[in-house]
């Protein structure tokens, strides 16, 4: 986090801006607060919002979104993979106009198996969603107040957030750059974290999972046909005996697991309108510095 301060800072100085740094702890075991809480004696324009428990990248990234008052609005991890000296670039594509600048990885210098994940997955959400998501593009972006307004306005308690700036328009731009890899410490996301942000992705933004379920039924349904139909004709026809338990054990096997499959589509979208019916807030904070 201090390297990362001090890139900021430097930016800081550089481009004379008149800044605020949200810094959002996520209910981190270690001493992270402390150390903002540090930083923030030190650097005046430093804010600190620590949450009560971990709630989850995106809704950090909601809660810092919900502070902040500037006119341009940066969304930037503290791993330095996505470097603050981008920053200026990003900006001058608001003052050109646009509403939105949002990088997209041209290279990413991480694992082979990580890179494979995250390719597929990007196509994939693409091919499924709803609405143009851009393909390779990360939260790291710059906004507009009034984009980050109407961002908040989607009360979501799972939300995407590369989805959400997708969904509200205006006029946005993609800025390719070369990821660099994590400057320091393990990463956070962890398996579990990345399959929610993917599974929040998808079924926040498309409608295919649970519309493919309806092709499986009627394609079973087919298969089921021809195939009664098919042993009809070798009885009556042929006088071959109809095959007993193998062929009964598969066919229960096969089409009692895609049963289960469906279900458990159907239960991702209804645990998540379960969610959003309870009303409960998205985020309790514990306590914040210079806020």
Not at 208 to 219: M, Y
Request: proline fraction near 2%; hydrophobic fraction near 45%; charged fraction near 25%.
């Amino acid at each position: 986090m201090n390297n990362l301060l001090e890139a900021i800072d430097q930016e800081k100085v550089n481009n004379n801006w008149d800044l605020e740094l949200i810094l959002v702890e996520d209910g981190s075991r270690d001493n992270s607060f402390e150390k903002i809480e540090e930083f923030a004696k030190k650097y005046s324009y430093i804010k600190g919002i620590k949450l009560s428990k971990n709630f989850g990248h995106q809704i950090a990234v909601k809660t810092g979104l919900t502070h902040c008052t500037g006119d341009y609005v940066a969304i930037i991890d503290d791993d330095l993979q996505d470097p603050p000296s981008l920053l200026p670039n990003f900006f001058s594509y608001l003052d050109k106009g646009y509403d939105v600048a949002y990088g997209i990885r041209k290279k990413r210098k991480e694992s082979f198996i990580k890179r494979f994940s995250y390719n597929s997955f990007y196509r994939i959400l693409k091919s499924m969603s709803d609405i143009y998501i851009p393909i390779d593009s990360g939260d790291f972006c710059v906004m507009k107040a009034h984009v980050v307004a109407n961002m908040l306005r989607l009360k979501e308690q799972n939300p995407f957030l590369r989805g959400i700036r997708a969904w509200v328009g205006f006029k946005q731009i993609g800025v390719e750059y070369e990821r660099a890899a994590r400057f320091d410490g393990q990463s956070g996301y962890t398996l579990k974290k990345l399959l929610k942000i993917a599974m929040d992705g998808i079924f926040s933004f498309s409608t295919a999972p649970i519309r493919l379920i309806t092709i499986l039924g009627i394609l079973g349904f087919g298969f089921a046909t021809v195939y009664s139909l098919l042993l009809v004709f070798e009885y009556f026809y042929n006088g071959i005996a109809v095959a007993g338990f193998a062929t009964l054990a598969i066919t229960i096997s096969f089409f009692g697991s895609l049963i289960l499959i469906c279900l458990g589509v159907i239960g991702e979208y209804i645990v998540r309108i379960y969610d959003e019916v309870r009303s409960r807030p998205y985020v309790v904070i514990e306590k914040t510095v210079n806020v």
